[in-house]
Antibody
Framework: QVQLVESGGGVVQPGGSLRLSCAAS????????MHWFRQAPGKGLQWVSF????????NYADSVKGRFTISRDDSKNTIHLQMNSLRPEDTAVYYC????????????????WGQGTLVTVSS | AIQLTQSPSSLSASLGDRVTITCRSS??????LVWYQQRPGKPPKLLIY???SLHSGVPSRFSGRESGTDFTLTISNLQPEDFATYYC?????????FGQGTRLEIK
């Protein structure tokens, strides 16, 4: 079955950096795009970033553009989210999710989600 | 940007009831809408995609419907595990957007 396991969350000061990882199993990883979503404490869901199945296309929410970078390592069935210049408003649980679309440019929703990793930006 | 407005924001119901949650879009979406269920402390789970198609493994008591810019999620014969928060999401490459969520509680 599809399994997604996030890691790398923690507490960081404003202006700091963190690198999140998501290890995937249970499906042919390099056939699917992948997403990061987030959820601030007690709030709703927000899409953060997407990487296409072949890594050729990457998209970001305006709120993180220029600060966050998504990447994938198909040899390790893993995606990463490098987060720089972190702000208090980036505090959230970050979820990785598998895109539903097979190959192609992505369906832009997640059909399977990991358990999430908490990022807290605070001084 | 497309805005999604869910109603009600919260809802109380009893076991065995049938409930309907609405997600209204500011523009036509051409069926590009999904529904998720999120239990407390857990990640979202996909229920419905393309407005009305049931995701693999989801019980048939869940159903989705599209009517113009209104999308509905109906849950029949409520079970204890159905008490959760439900979100709609419009999927597009420019900006996937979510409704604010509907919390379903036990009466």
């Amino acid at each position: 079955q599809v399994q997604l396991v996030e890691s790398g969350g923690g507490v960081v000061q404003p202006g700091g950096s963190l690198r999140l990882s998501c290890a995937a199993s249970g499906f042919t990883f390099n056939d699917y795009g992948m997403h990061w979503f987030r959820q601030a404490p007690g709030k709703g869901l927000q899409w953060v970033s997407f990487i296409q199945f072949d890594g050729s296309n990457k998209n970001y929410a305006d709120s993180v553009k220029g600060r966050f970078t998504i990447s994938r390592d198909d040899s390790k069935n893993t995606i990463h989210l490098q987060m720089n210049s972190l702000r208090p408003e980036d505090t959230a649980v970050y979820y990785c999710a598998k895109d539903q679309g097979y190959l192609g440019s992505g369906s832009y929703y997640g059909d399977y989600w990991g358990q999430g990793t908490l990022v807290t930006v605070s001084s | 940007a497309i805005q999604l407005t869910q109603s009600p924001s919260s809802l109380s119901a009893s076991l065995g009831d049938r409930v309907t949650i609405t997600c209204r879009s500011s523009q036509g979406l051409s069926s590009a809408l999904v529904w998720y269920q999120q239990r407390p402390g857990k990640p979202p789970k996909l229920l419905i995609y393309d407005a009305s198609s049931l995701h693999s493994g989801v019980p048939s008591r869940f159903s989705g419907r599209e009517s113009g810019t209104d999308f509905t999620l109906t849950i029949s014969n409520l079970q204890p595990e159905d008490f959760a928060t439900y979100y709609c999401q419009h999927f597009n490459r420019d900006l996937p957007t979510f409704g604010q969520g509907t919390r379903l509680e036990i009466k």
